[in-house]
């Protein structure tokens, strides 16, 4: 006999919060994405890969993943920054700074995208300084990098604070008492701590960045081939109500985001055998 | 025997071993302030400064207009509907998985986190190509009179198709770690069912249940990307606050764009005092506050 599916349990409500899960998951979640699937494979492989396979779809989506990706490893390393000023020094202002890297997650992307090209636009306040040693931000692929920067600004921080709040400062003392400078210290011991979380935080900045609009298509110009992001394809395509195009570049970006999940499960899983530390 | 003499007039001030240099520690939290101030506290006040440049009067007349009224309205709706029906899901989520063994428990818990992954554009797609017209189900309800997209329950299933982890991910951790003894307890004394989840379960979990609800619906009501898919932004049917600032901004009208994004920023800062207090409060009841 094989384990049974649901063990025998005096909890009561097993049949109504089963219900409701499942149903609810299937009915918002599973079966629109099945419908998208389903829609790509009535259309065909072949017929895919010709949508996808063109220059401008191409151009896309390697811009929205190369910018996303820049983007991730900024917010990889200013997140940590952050998180360990926030985490280890008083100061004033302290509170302050700490409720501000969750306002990516609270401020609506379109008023992000908006107040972003008030600021970087020419005449903006950040543009006009821009402008004068001859550097153009919003409208180019450096509006796109700040709005991708911006929305995955908490994720790095959020998921390494509660780590640096955990390590014992012995640890630290330890590795002082052995002759370790406190960069030796840094980077031996306690980066590597630092690491799974910090991998966890930047894959999903990544993955918010790459499926990013709202906060993108103000700032971007979105001029084909140059400033134009993989989800402002789909949006056009169903302008033009080509659904099986849509689809196509929908099912090309969710594997995409599924492949860049996997890549860093994987790191992760990596890092915690080499360090064996959660 | 040597001579040890102490100079008394020079205390020398010893660093511990486990800080950084006064000089680092501060150009650190300098490094912070100055990137918060550039990424988030400029475009926070740049919302304000814009939408009041023709002073406050004009910023209040644009809300006052058709367009932005109907709007507001419609987004309060959506979020009205799509919260509670998320914090419900959540709820039962979080009891089916917590309180019982099954097999494919991580499985379902992926599949829940699911929407995280997924662009907001390629959700809304995925509602359109399920309910639109040319779809089965779609050309059904169309043909019974029930459209979904470019309709109200159209928006409805995006926004809570976005923002279905939020509630679910926040309770998991605090019911795992809450355990089931108490509830336990309470059928042993012939409590029933309900009243185990009314009065055991929910004071213990209504601090992590309101913080959950309180980031699903600041996400439900500036949701963008999937409702400009499934909506068709229609004028004083179909666009919420965040198409409709799009739509005003396209047509050059700045002051009324700004001012419908203020109040959307002002519910921002609302949501963020809330969470902070939440936090300072209660932060043993968040899973948030502990390690993931």
Excluded at chain 1, 40 to 61: D, F, K, S
Excluded at chain 1, 101 to 123: I, M, Q
Excluded at chain 2, 32 to 61: H, Q, R
Aim: proline residues 4%; glycine residues 8%.
């Amino acid at each position: 006999m094989g384990r049974p599916l649901i063990h025998r349990s005096p909890m009561p409500g097993l049949g109504l919060s089963m219900g409701i899960t499942l149903t609810m998951l299937s009915l918002i979640v599973l079966l629109p994405i099945g419908a998208l699937l389903l829609k790509g494979a009535n259309y065909g492989l072949a017929g895919m890969w010709e949508t996808v396979n063109r220059e401008r779809v191409w151009t896309a989506l390697f811009l929205s993943f190369r910018l996303s990706l820049f983007a991730a490893v900024f917010n990889l390393v200013f997140g940590v920054l952050l998180a360990w000023v926030l985490v280890r020094y008083q100061f004033w202002g302290r509170r302050i700074l700490d409720a501000a890297v969750d306002l990516p997650f609270a401020l609506p992307t379109a008023v992000a995208g908006l107040s972003l090209t008030a600021l970087y636009a020419p005449r903006g306040f950040f543009g006009e300084m821009a402008a004068e040693i001859g550097w153009k931000i919003a409208y180019t692929q450096w509006g796109i990098f700040i709005a991708l920067v911006f929305v995955g600004l908490p994720f790095v921080t959020r998921t390494v604070q509660p780590v640096i709040e955990e390590i014992e400062r012995e640890v630290e003392e330890a590795s002082a008492t052995l002759g370790a400078s406190r960069l030796y210290t840094l980077r031996h011991v306690i980066l590597p701590m630092l690491t799974p979380a910090a991998l966890t935080g930047f894959a999903l900045a990544l993955a918010r960045a790459v499926g990013e609009y709202g906060s993108v298509i103000f700032i971007a110009g979105n001029i084909p081939l140059v400033t134009e992001i993989a989800p402002l394809l789909i949006i056009i395509q169903l302008e033009e109500f080509n659904y099986d195009a849509a689809a196509a570049i929908g099912i090309a970006m969710l594997l995409i985001s599924f492949a860049m999940l996997l890549v860093i499960n994987l790191i992760q899983i990596w890092s915690r055998r080499r360090i064996g530390y959660v | 025997m040597s001579d040890i003499t102490l100079n008394k007039t020079e205390p020398v001030r010893f660093r511990s071993a486990t800080e950084e240099s006064p000089a680092t520690r501060w150009t650190l939290i300098a490094i912070g302030f100055i990137g918060l101030s550039i990424l988030v506290f400029a475009p926070l006040i740049a919302v304000f400064v814009v939408a009041l440049a023709d002073g406050i009067a004009a910023s209040l007349k644009s809300l006052a207009s058709r367009d932005a009224r109907d709007a507001i309205r419609l987004t309060l709706t959506i979020a009205a509907i799509s919260v509670p029906l998320n914090a419900i899901f959540g709820v039962a989520a979080a009891w089916f998985i917590t309180k019982f063994d099954f097999r494919g428990k991580a499985f379902l818990i992926t599949l829940i986190d699911l929407p995280f992954s997924v662009s907001p554009v390629v959700a809304g797609l995925c509602i359109v190509l399920m309910f639109g017209t040319n779809s089965l189900v779609g050309g059904w309800l169309v043909a019974n009179g029930y459209p979904i997209v470019f309709a109200m329950p159209g928006i409805i299933l995006a926004t809570m198709f976005v923002t279905f982890p939020f509630v679910a991910r926040e309770l998991i951790p605090v019911m795992i770690e809450q355990g089931r003894a108490e509830e336990e307890a309470a059928l042993t004394l012939g409590a029933s069912g309900w009243r185990v989840f009314f009065t055991v379960t929910l004071p213990n979990i209504r601090w992590a249940l309101l913080y959950g609800v309180l980031l699903c619906n600041a996400r439900a009501m500036g949701e963008f990307g999937a409702v400009a898919v499934v909506s068709g932004k229609i004028r004083g049917q179909t666009a919420t606050m965040p198409t409709t600032i799009e739509m005003l901004y396209q047509e050059y009208l700045s002051v009324a764009a700004f001012s419908l994004a203020a109040v959307l920023a002002m519910l921002a800062l609302v949501t963020l005092l809330l969470k902070t207090a939440l936090e300072i409060r209660h932060a043993d009841q968040l899973a948030t506050m502990r390690r993931h």
